[in-house]
C-alpha cells in the first residue's frame, strides 16, 4: 500500500496545480450543459427513454472510441491531443448553443450534439489521465486521482445548481454558451504546460498494433482484467441515479430545475467527502472491503431514492450515493494506472474506461426502458437490488491490493550489432534462449517459464514455446517469435525493473559455463535453385 500522505499534496505541483483548476472551471461548464441538455429533453419530449438516453449519448462514445484514444495517447504528444480535443469540443459547444437559441432543437439533434462532445471526451480522457503520471511523483499518483475526483465534484456539488438557476433564468442556450466559453480556461492552461516527455529512438507504433499491443497487454495481467469487470458491473448499475434523476425531480418529487440542480448539487457533496476521506480509508481497509462497501451503500442510497417522496431524503440518499460513486471510481483509476507502466498506460486507462463507460451507457438504456415501462422508482430499486450482485463478486473475483512494483524501463538493453545488414522492419525474427538447467531445480525452472511466458506475450511476443533437448535434458531452449527487428527492440525496451526479479531467478538457476546463450535470427523461406530455375524458364518466355 502507498505511504499515506496529505489528500493535498498533489497540488504543491505546479502545472499539475495550474490545469487542475482549469479543470475545475471546465467541469463546471460540462455540468451547467449536461443540466441544460437533461432537461431541455425532458421539455421537448415525453418519453423517459428518451430523457435516459442523453446520459447515453454523452457516455456512449467513452465506450466505443476510448481505446482508440488511448493508443493516441501512448503514441502521440498527449499535450496537442489534449488541445486538439478541447478546440473540437468548444466548436461543437458554440453550435449546440447557436441551434438553442434559434429554437432549431428536436430531440434526435440534441442526441447528436451530446454524442459529438462525448466524442471530444472520449479523446481526451486517456491523454488527461495518463498525464497525471507525468506531472507527479509515483507516490503522490492516488492522491492526484483522489483531487480529480474531488475537483470534478466540487464542480458537482455547485455546476447542476447553477445550471438549474442558468436554464430556469435564460433558457438551455443559455447553458450551453456558458459551457462553451469555460473550454478556454482549459486551453490556456495546456498551452501553458511544457511538459517534458522522454524521446523514443524508434519509429511511432502503427495504430492497429499499438491498439493490439493495449489489449494484449490487459489481457495478460490478471489484475487489471478484474478490475475492468468490477468497473463495468459498477458502471451498469450506478448509472440509474444520474440517468434518470431527472424524471425522478419531473415527477416522484413535483419539482422543476432547481430540485434536479439541487438533487446533483448534494451527489457532488458526498463526492467531495468521499474523496477527502479516501486516502485514510485506504490506510485501514483492503481495496477489496472499501469496494464491497461502495456498491452496498450506492445500492441502499438507490433504493432510498426510487422510493422516497421527501426532496431531504433523497438528497441525503444522494450525499452517501455521491460518496460511494468517487470510493469506488477513483479506486479502479489508481489500480489500473500502478498496475501498468508508462509506455501502455494510456490503453489501459481506456479499456478500463471502455469498460466502466460502456456499463454506464448500456445502464442508460436498460433503467430508461424499465422506467418507460414501469416507471422510475421501479427501476431504480432493480439497480439497486442488481448492485448487490457487485458485493457478491468480490468474494470470486477479489479486488488487488495497490501495486507496489516498480514498473519503470529496465533499460537493460542494448541493441546488438548485427553482421547481416537488416532494415528495422526486416523479420520475423525468431529468439532463441539456452538454459542450462539441473534436475533438482526444474520444477522451479518450470514454475518460473509460466511468469515468463505471460510476461513475453504480454510485451508483444508471439508463439512462445518451452523445448527440451532429447539428447542433453539438461538443455533448455525458450523460443519466441516477433514481426520485425523494430518490433524486438521494442519489445525489450517494454520490460521494466519489476520483470528483472524473474530474469535475475533463471540467471541464478542457469549452470552453464556462461550466461545464457541467445540466438536472434530471421527466417527465410528457401527454394531450392532448380525450382527457382524452372519456375522462371516458365515465366520468361524468351
Given at each position: 500500500?502507498?505511504d499515506?500522505r496529505?489528500?493535498l499534496s498533489?497540488l504543491?505541483?505546479?502545472?499539475?496545480?495550474?490545469?487542475?483548476?482549469?479543470?475545475m472551471?471546465?467541469?463546471?461548464?460540462?455540468l451547467?450543459?449536461g443540466?441544460?441538455?437533461?432537461?431541455?429533453?425532458?421539455?421537448?419530449s415525453?418519453?423517459?427513454?428518451m430523457v435516459?438516453?442523453?446520459q447515453?449519448?454523452n457516455?456512449g462514445?467513452i465506450m466505443l472510441f476510448?481505446?482508440i484514444?488511448?493508443a493516441?495517447?501512448?503514441?502521440f504528444?498527449?499535450?496537442?491531443?489534449?488541445?486538439?480535443?478541447?478546440?473540437?469540443?468548444?466548436?461543437?459547444?458554440?453550435?449546440l448553443?447557436?441551434?438553442?437559441?434559434?429554437d432549431?432543437?428536436?430531440?434526435w439533434?440534441?442526441?447528436a450534439?451530446?454524442?459529438?462532445i462525448?466524442?471530444g471526451?472520449a479523446?481526451?480522457n486517456?491523454?488527461?489521465?495518463?498525464?497525471?503520471g507525468d506531472?507527479?511523483?509515483?507516490?503522490d499518483?492516488p492522491?492526484?486521482?483522489?483531487?480529480?475526483?474531488?475537483g470534478?465534484?466540487?464542480?458537482?456539488?455547485?455546476?447542476?445548481?447553477?445550471?438549474?438557476?442558468?436554464?430556469a433564468?435564460?433558457?438551455?442556450?443559455?447553458a450551453?454558451?456558458?459551457?462553451?466559453?469555460s473550454?478556454?480556461?482549459?486551453?490556456y492552461?495546456l498551452?501553458r504546460?511544457?511538459?517534458?516527455?522522454p524521446?523514443?529512438?524508434?519509429?511511432r507504433e502503427?495504430?492497429g498494433?499499438a491498439i493490439s499491443a493495449?489489449?494484449?497487454y490487459?489481457?495478460?495481467s490478471?489484475?487489471?482484467?478484474?478490475?475492468?469487470f468490477?468497473g463495468?458491473?459498477?458502471?451498469?448499475t450506478?448509472?440509474s441515479i444520474?440517468?434518470?434523476?431527472?424524471?425522478?425531480?419531473?415527477?416522484?418529487?413535483a419539482?422543476g430545475?432547481?430540485?434536479y440542480g439541487?438533487?446533483l448539487?448534494a451527489?457532488?457533496i458526498?463526492?467531495?467527502l468521499?474523496?477527502?476521506?479516501?486516502q485514510?480509508?485506504?490506510?485501514?481497509?483492503?481495496?477489496?472491503?472499501?469496494?464491497?462497501?461502495?456498491?452496498?451503500?450506492?445500492?441502499?442510497?438507490?433504493v432510498?431514492?426510487?422510493?422516497?417522496d421527501?426532496?431531504?431524503?433523497?438528497g441525503?440518499?444522494l450525499?452517501?450515493a455521491?460518496?460511494?460513486?468517487?470510493?469506488a471510481?477513483s479506486l479502479?483509476?489508481?489500480?489500473?494506472?500502478l498496475?501498468?507502466?508508462?509506455?501502455?498506460?494510456g490503453r489501459?486507462?481506456?479499456l478500463?474506461?471502455?469498460?466502466?463507460?460502456?456499463?454506464m451507457a448500456?445502464?442508460s438504456?436498460?433503467?430508461?426502458?424499465i422506467a418507460?415501462?414501469y416507471?422510475?422508482?421501479?427501476?431504480?430499486?432493480a439497480s439497486?437490488?442488481?448492485?448487490?450482485v457487485?458485493?457478491?463478486?468480490?468474494?470470486?473475483?477479489p479486488?488487488?491490493?495497490f501495486?507496489a512494483?516498480?514498473?519503470d524501463?529496465?533499460?537493460?538493453?542494448?541493441e546488438p550489432?548485427l553482421k547481416?545488414d537488416?532494415?528495422?522492419?526486416?523479420?520475423p525474427?525468431?529468439?532463441?534462449?539456452?538454459?542450462?538447467?539441473d534436475?533438482?531445480?526444474?520444477?522451479?525452472?518450470?514454475?518460473i517459464m509460466?511468469?515468463?511466458?505471460r510476461?513475453?506475450?504480454r510485451?508483444?511476443?508471439?508463439?512462445?514455446t518451452?523445448?527440451?533437448?532429447?539428447?542433453?535434458?539438461e538443455?533448455w531452449?525458450?523460443?519466441y517469435?516477433?514481426p520485425?527487428?523494430?518490433?524486438?527492440v521494442?519489445?525489450?525496451q517494454?520490460?521494466?525493473?519489476a520483470?528483472a526479479?524473474?530474469?535475475?531467478?533463471?540467471?541464478?538457476l542457469?549452470?552453464?559455463?556462461t550466461?545464457?546463450?541467445?540466438?536472434?535470427?530471421?527466417e527465410?523461406?528457401a527454394?531450392p535453385?532448380e525450382d527457382?530455375v524452372?519456375?522462371?524458364s516458365h515465366?520468361d518466355p524468351?
Amino acid at each position: 500500500m502507498p505511504d499515506s500522505r496529505s489528500p493535498l499534496s498533489p497540488l504543491a505541483n505546479e502545472f499539475y496545480r495550474r490545469i487542475w483548476f482549469a479543470s475545475m472551471a471546465s467541469n463546471l461548464g460540462g455540468l451547467i450543459q449536461g443540466v441544460g441538455a437533461a432537461w431541455m429533453m425532458a421539455s421537448i419530449s415525453s418519453s423517459e427513454n428518451m430523457v435516459a438516453l442523453v446520459q447515453a449519448s454523452n457516455t456512449g462514445p467513452i465506450m466505443l472510441f476510448s481505446l482508440i484514444a488511448g493508443a493516441i495517447a501512448d503514441s502521440f504528444d498527449r499535450r496537442r491531443v489534449m488541445i486538439a480535443s478541447q478546440i473540437f469540443m468548444v466548436t461543437i459547444s458554440a453550435l449546440l448553443a447557436l441551434f438553442a437559441y434559434l429554437d432549431l432543437i428536436t430531440p434526435w439533434a440534441l442526441l447528436a450534439f451530446t454524442f459529438l462532445i462525448g466524442c471530444g471526451t472520449a479523446l481526451n480522457n486517456p491523454s488527461w489521465q495518463a498525464s497525471v503520471g507525468d506531472m507527479v511523483p509515483r507516490a503522490d499518483l492516488p492522491a492526484a486521482v483522489s483531487l480529480n475526483s474531488m475537483g470534478f465534484n466540487i464542480t458537482r456539488s455547485v455546476g447542476p445548481a447553477i445550471g438549474g438557476l442558468i436554464v430556469a433564468a435564460a433558457g438551455a442556450a443559455a447553458a450551453f454558451a456558458v459551457n462553451t466559453l469555460s473550454y478556454f480556461a482549459i486551453l490556456y492552461a495546456l498551452f501553458r504546460w511544457k511538459p517534458n516527455f522522454p524521446q523514443s529512438t524508434l519509429p511511432r507504433e502503427q495504430l492497429g498494433p499499438a491498439i493490439s499491443a493495449g489489449l494484449r497487454y490487459v489481457a495478460m495481467s490478471p489484475n487489471l482484467g478484474k478490475v475492468l469487470f468490477r468497473g463495468f458491473v459498477f458502471g451498469l448499475t450506478a448509472t440509474s441515479i444520474l440517468s434518470l434523476l431527472p424524471i425522478v425531480a419531473r415527477d416522484q418529487l413535483a419539482g422543476g430545475p432547481l430540485v434536479y440542480g439541487g438533487l446533483l448539487g448534494a451527489f457532488g457533496i458526498g463526492a467531495i467527502l468521499g474523496a477527502l476521506y479516501n486516502q485514510r480509508l485506504r490506510d485501514i481497509l483492503s481495496s477489496e472491503d472499501i469496494v464491497r462497501a461502495s456498491f452496498a451503500g450506492f445500492a441502499l442510497a438507490t433504493v432510498v431514492t426510487g422510493v422516497s417522496d421527501s426532496i431531504w431524503l433523497a438528497g441525503a440518499a444522494l450525499m452517501v450515493a455521491g460518496a460511494c460513486w468517487v470510493l469506488a471510481l477513483s479506486l479502479f483509476n489508481t489500480v489500473v494506472q500502478l498496475s501498468t507502466p508508462r509506455w501502455v498506460v494510456g490503453r489501459a486507462l481506456s479499456l478500463y474506461q471502455t469498460a466502466t463507460f460502456g456499463g454506464m451507457a448500456t445502464g442508460s438504456w436498460l433503467w430508461g426502458s424499465i422506467a418507460e415501462s414501469y416507471g422510475s422508482g421501479h427501476a431504480l430499486v432493480a439497480s439497486g437490488a442488481l448492485m448487490m450482485v457487485g458485493v457478491a463478486i468480490g468474494f470470486f473475483l477479489p479486488m488487488p491490493a495497490f501495486s507496489a512494483l516498480d514498473l519503470d524501463p529496465l533499460n537493460r538493453f542494448n541493441e546488438p550489432a548485427l553482421k547481416l545488414d537488416i532494415r528495422p522492419r526486416s523479420g520475423p525474427i525468431v529468439i532463441q534462449i539456452d538454459f542450462e538447467i539441473d534436475d533438482v531445480d526444474m520444477p522451479e525452472f518450470l514454475r518460473i517459464m509460466v511468469e515468463r511466458r505471460r510476461i513475453r506475450l504480454r510485451d508483444g511476443a508471439r508463439n512462445w514455446t518451452l523445448m527440451r533437448d532429447l539428447e542433453k535434458p539438461e538443455i533448455w531452449t525458450e523460443t519466441y517469435h516477433v514481426p520485425t527487428w523494430v518490433d524486438y527492440v521494442r519489445h525489450n525496451q517494454r520490460r521494466t525493473k519489476a520483470d528483472a526479479e524473474i530474469t535475475d531467478r533463471l540467471i541464478e538457476l542457469h549452470r552453464g559455463p556462461t550466461k545464457p546463450h541467445v540466438h536472434r535470427m530471421i527466417e527465410r523461406q528457401a527454394i531450392p535453385p532448380e525450382d527457382d530455375v524452372f519456375h522462371q524458364s516458365h515465366l520468361d518466355p524468351h
